[in-house]
């Protein structure tokens, strides 16, 4: 990771962090713990108050996304979901609710505070199907295969290694697995510069993906029937917008090489001890996610 790289995710986690405590500390307080909201595009209020209702407040309050992935996911009964970028457990507590008691909700997040505050939310909601992971989003701590769902809340647009982010979303679904992310997205017409002079990287602003972009980036990582639709605006061409992408079943046909030079599914005898990605740029790992690739070990 580049020196600019690790100061802007450093960036990210104080201010999460920051925001993680205050909303503990308000807790305490008469009054309760208050909303950490940017603006009327971010945050708890874009959830429904029935919704909001049914957990607890510090888990609305520490709420700092641009949209309700758990709306768009559409979740079922028993299967697994994995939230990148978890924060207080919102989106967690809401999905375990969905996928009941044969189900799992996991939530992923780098920040030691919010990790912290979503336990203390969910013993407070009672949750049992709910597990916190500490890690980052472009290495995700979960075998491969094991995730039926995997949702995001404005957390993506943060990652300074994008193509890392969709490759391991790729990874841990199961074949047919199925993404359901609100991010911000940029008009294609906006260039990175006049990107960030709508708004800073911690902003969920300057980092976004163009439409075009976060298409290219989810079908080279293997994703299929991929849809971005704007829900609303955030700043002047840029938006809200909710992201569906299925993973694909395996091809049946695995690779089957000699240990010859012949590339297969990317990758140089695949299969084989000798294997080597034909792109210096990628793993044999991510090689062989982005092909489809029957042969996986």
Same mark, same amino acid.
């Given at each position: 990771m580049s020196e600019q790289s690790t100061e802007l995710r450093e960036t990210v986690r104080r201010r999460y962090a920051a925001a993680a405590v205050k909303v503990t500390e308000g807790g305490t307080a008469c009054c309760g713990p208050q909303p950490v909201e940017v603006d009327e595009n971010f945050g708890s209020t874009l959830y429904a108050a029935d919704e909001r209702d049914t957990l607890p407040a510090e888990a609305v309050a520490a709420s700092l996304?641009? &949209?309700? @992935?758990?709306?768009?996911?559409?979740? +079922?009964? &028993?299967e697994r979901v994995l939230d990148l970028g978890s924060g207080g457990g919102i989106d967690v507590l809401l999905s375990a609710r969905r996928v009941g008691p044969t189900g799992k909700a996991y939530g992923l997040d780098m920040t030691d505070e919010m990790l912290e505050l979503a336990l203390a939310n969910t013993k407070?909601?009672?949750?049992t199907n709910v597990e916190f992971l500490k890690g980052t989003i472009e290495a995700i701590p979960l075998p491969a295969g094991t995730i039926d769902v995997v949702i995001s809340n404005c957390v993506i647009n943060l !990652?300074?290694?994008?193509?890392?982010v969709f490759a391991e979303m790729f990874r841990v679904l199961t074949p047919n697995g199925r993404i359901g992310v609100s991010d911000v997205? $940029?008009?294609d017409a906006l260039s990175s510069t006049q990107r960030a002079e709508r708004g800073d990287y911690v902003g969920c602003i300057a980092g976004a993906l163009s439409f075009t972009e976060y298409r290219e980036g989810?079908?080279?990582a293997g994703f299929v029937n991929v849809e971005i639709t704007p829900t +609303? @605006?955030? $700043?002047?061409?840029? +938006? !809200?917008?909710?992201?569906?992408?299925i993973k694909p079943q395996a091809q049946t046909q695995v690779c089957q090489t000699t &240990? !010859? $030079?012949?590339?297969?599914c990317g990758v140089n005898a695949c299969c084989t001890p000798a294997e080597s990605s034909a792109d210096p740029g990628v793993t044999v790992t991510e090689a062989k996610t982005a092909s489809g690739c029957g042969c996986q070990s």
């Open positions: 996304g641009c &949209g309700n @992935p758990t709306a768009v996911a559409d979740l +079922h009964e &028993g407070k909601a009672g949750a !990652s300074t290694d994008k193509s890392a997205v $940029a008009d989810l079908v080279a +609303h @605006p955030v $700043a002047d061409g840029m +938006h !809200s917008a909710i992201v569906r992408a &240990g !010859s $030079a012949d590339t297969c």
